[in-house]
């Protein structure tokens, strides 16, 4: 059978902490930034995306040529191994060219000023400079980035004018670079700072490449002259940078005394170099300042220590963002109406901002999160929000527009799970410092915690319908059932089965199950009205996710074993068992609420839809940049959202052949009936066809059961001679109410003429209304003795005499 793809509805994910990780592409319509293992090229307008796959880790850096013709990615590997960069044709969206000549990481890469070449450099573990060409499709030079007696270099940056030249900085280091174009080999001049000791953080070149900023640590800024010739093919063997000046922002000014030095509290991290020679400073406190330079007249007083840099700069304009800034570009399109320009800002909170140049207003444009999410939960019965659970924040997103519409942060710990109460009214989390927050889902204001549930941290939980009793799973491998109250919450039983941390909880449709997995190879089906194990059910396998099927009668289980397997709740057996994966484990999985279809993610980054009764998916996802770790349908079944270990949210439209609604049903289809259901042949027939009244009274009317007092007076309590309690031996007082099942004025007996045997006596019936459920009452005279019988769906549940004994069938 064809495999055909998913299409996705909405992609949230951006991660943020790749140093200039979010680019902008010169025509001005798309961005390119990393996602996990991929690079994601976005167009501005309509939001579409498209993912470069190719890496095995998480992606480090990403570049673009400075006519757009490549695009650049490097990432970061495990110690010992090595660290690939590739290069990449923008229009075909296909390789053209990799090498891994970088151990573990790759720092940093960029485009010389003519596409010719793609430089890269190394991390801490490598420390080297790769200089490859696109055109030739090989590397030609290598060689180290910094000296012995310095630290590491972490950043560069190109020449617009000379195209073999570059710039790179690190821990006290700053150095130019020059390609021989004749041998291909790289020469290096160092910029002299003296007794000055900075680390750099970023590097900007002015358009004529007569200076340089570069940002430090410390919070100001180096300025340097390059002094190299104008023309691009004249040598530099006598040619030397120089240092101009450390700078900082100007401070407050008194009268007859040197103006301060304001540095950013946690370093520059991105500078900007406008037409107009102004600067655009992103701050690790999240400030983005625009600077002009101060002319000042005359010289400072000197102060009695010397400080190390000089107040040069003012601020024009300034706003300042949540979360250190990692990347700043300037989006200039030639089709915006009134040329204008956005500034866009992505920081280390997995979040784009944009800035208007023009009235440097902020707008936020991507937010998500940072790290892995661990759940995703739908409300009952609602498919337009939900919620994710991850490290540091629980959010509420809408489905619709892809937006997050709350966010409750709690910094330094992670939501293991989270979960909608039945009435919608409150948000349960669990957490990894072992307590359960509930909060409201419109303002996310705190309703109750409850401490101290688990002692290594909660890792599952789930609740009833009612909202009356919550399930809790901890790392330790209890299972502990709280009784939820608006004024308390008690525990009300500790279940000590699972030996290893508790995965995955769930309450059974009817609430009186709940079944949990465990990381031991155990999946325990428990009662919740007795508390205690009902069924267990064992693998050779570490169970990631467990879901009833709607009518509660099996159970689908995912594991590291790349398997989903079908369980009997009854008997605890294995009914089958599907291979889900090639790859990795599942990790997360959902059915239907009417049990047609379920879908399946795990580490091999995929989601696929199945046929729940085939046994076989139709259907394959391929958008995620890391491991998935939970997948949901929605409610109304429309939509299927997962989440993966890189913080990326992807909505999946279910392909509308599972959608097609019911038609009605044709002139030849009219005639032939349905076959009937369960509940249809079940169903007892409660009208009375002897006594069926006019057609304009309500159908399956029931006469009124009889009081207490109607049954009195209706007692025959003659005495008779052969001791017979028929009513037909005893006629009826004049005046008395006759309600008895015989009417007294009947011409013929109940009992048949000549034998007085009790048993051919027929049997009176009668029908009663009892708790709402309709039952037919068989009542049998004996002698001196009544019996009872009550029937169930045509079948005689017990029997009641009148001594009050009861037989049970």
Known sequence: MDVKTLEPYAIIGFDGSAIKGLKVHPDGDHIVYPMGNKVCIQEWKNKKMHFLSGHTNSVSTVAVSPKGTYIGSGQINHIGFKASAKIWDFK???????????????????????????????????????LWDCAGGSATATTAAAKLTTGDAVTLAP?????????????????????????????????????????????????????GYAGTTTGDMIKFSINFPADPNASVANCKPSLIGCLAKCGQWKKNKAPETICYSQGIEAILIMEDGCLIVGGGDGTVDVLDEINWK???????????????????????????????????????????????????????????????????????????????????????????????????????????????????????????????????????????????PLTGRLIYCIFNTHNKGTSAIDMTSDGRTLISGGCEGQVRVWDIRPECQSLKKVLKEHKSPVSAIQVSPNDTEAVSAGTDGSAIIWDLMSL????????????????????????????????????????????????????????????????????????????????????????????????VTCCRFSPDSRYVVSACAAGGLVVWNVPDQYLSKEKPPSATQKTVQSPKTLQQELHLPLEDKTTKKATT???????????????????????????????CDVTQPQGSKVTSPVNAQTKKCCRPPGNTSRDNQEPSRRIYAISGVVEIITISNYFDMQSVKLYFCGIAIYEIKTKCDITFY
């Open 159 to 211: 020449l617009n004018l000379r195209h073999s030249a570059f710039v790179t900085g690190g821990d006290s280091n700053l150095r130019v670079w020059n390609v021989r174009a004749e041998s291909k080999t790289l020469e290096v001049l160092d910029v002299s700072l003296g007794k000055l000791r900075r680390s750099v953080r970023c590097i900007a070149v002015s358009k004529d490449d007569a200076y």
């Open 697 to 727: 009274e309500r159908q399956f009317k029931l006469p009124a059961a009889p009081s207490k007092e109607e049954k009195i007076e209706a007692m025959n309590t003659s005495r008779s001679s052969v001791h017979s309690c028929c009513p």
């Open 92 to 130: 075909k969206r296909v390789m053209i060219g990799t090498h891994e000549l970088h151990k573990v990481r790759v720092e940093a890469l960029t485009f010389s000023s003519d596409e010719r070449y793609m430089i890269s450099l190394g991390g801490r573990d490598d420390g080297c400079v790769v």
């Open 532 to 627: 205690s194990r009902r069924q267990v059910m064992y693998a050779n396998t570490l169970f990631m996710c467990i879901c009833y099927e709607p009518r509660g009668c099996q159970l689908l289980t995912g594991g590291t074993d790349r398997r989903v397997a079908y369980w009997e709740t009854a008997s605890g057996n294995l009914a089958r068992e599907l291979e889900a994966s090639k790859v990795g484990a599942i990790n997360g999985l959902h059915i239907t609420q009417d049990g047609e279809l379920f879908v399946t993610g795990g580490n091999d980054q995929m989601v696929k839809l199945w046929k729940y009764q085939e046994g076989i998916y139709t259907h394959m996802g391929l958008g995620h940049a890391a491991a």
């Open 298 to 440: 005359g010289d400072f007083p000197k102060a009695k220590v010397a400080a190390p840099n000089k107040p040069h700069f003012k601020a024009l304009r300034s706003v300042k963002v949540p979360g250190c800034i990692t990347s700043m570009e300037l989006l200039e399109s030639p089709q915006r109406r009134g040329g204008q320009r956005l500034l866009l800002l992505g920081t280390r909170t997995s979040e784009i901002f944009s800035i208007d140049m023009a009235t440097f207003t902020l707008t936020l444009v991507v937010t998500c999160h940072r790290c892995a999410i661990n759940d995703i939960a739908f409300p009952r019965g609602m498919s337009g929000v939900f919620a994710t659970g991850g490290a540091g924040s629980v959010r509420v997103w809408c489905l619709q527009t892809a937006r997050e519409l709350l966010r409750i942060a709690l910094p330094n710990f992670s939501c293991s799970a989270v979960l909608f109460s039945g009435d919608g009214k409150s948000i349960v989390s669990a957490w990894n410092d072992g307590n359960i927050r509930a909060f409201t």
